[in-house]
């Protein structure tokens, strides 16, 4: 388990958009497979199974109150120019995925970063094939909406 600590670090990322958020819900992904480790270890798919329940978790932690608020950001300091082209496309990701609702956010990266198969997905979230398509249609529309209107405004650089 501890040799794929650092996938699941990475997807509870993904999932938060905040390495300290993932890492809460990593560990308390890693509380609750370890209290139901007899259930776990008999799972025919246990990758599968603490990806879900890192998912759950996820979906969890977003209802609580505390995480609903958003304090303000101050603008970072800017490398020099052409510096950091590939780190500011990966920002401009995760800040887009991060406007995502948790839902979607969860299915895009399930499908798209884990590389899952839809029927997968849906296994993962609990839902339908239908439900997975649907909202990875909507989360990537909104994705491709929200990129073109960052790259036609006049502010980016």
Do not use: F
């Amino acid at each position: 388990m501890s040799t794929r600590l650092p996938a699941l670090r990475r997807v509870a990322y993904l999932l938060c958009g905040d390495w300290h958020t993932a890492d809460d819900v990593l560990s308390a992904t890693l509380v609750r497979l370890l209290l139901q480790w007899p259930r776990v270890s008999a799972a025919e798919n246990i990758d599968g199974y603490v990806r879900r329940v890192l998912v759950r978790t996820m979906l969890n932690e977003r209802r609580r109150p505390w995480r609903r608020e958003h304090p303000l950001e101050t603008l970072p300091d800017r490398a020099a120019a052409g510096e950091s082209d590939a780190v500011d496309v990966r920002v401009s990701l995760l800040a887009l995925l991060d406007e995502l609702p948790a839902r979607r956010r969860a299915v895009v990266v399930l499908r798209y970063c884990c590389d899952l198969s839809v029927e997968e997905t849906a296994r993962e979230l609990g839902c339908s094939t239908g439900t997975v398509k649907s909202q990875a249609a909507r989360a990537l529309d909104t994705l491709r909406k929200r990129l073109s209107v960052q790259k036609e405004s006049p502010w980016t650089s």
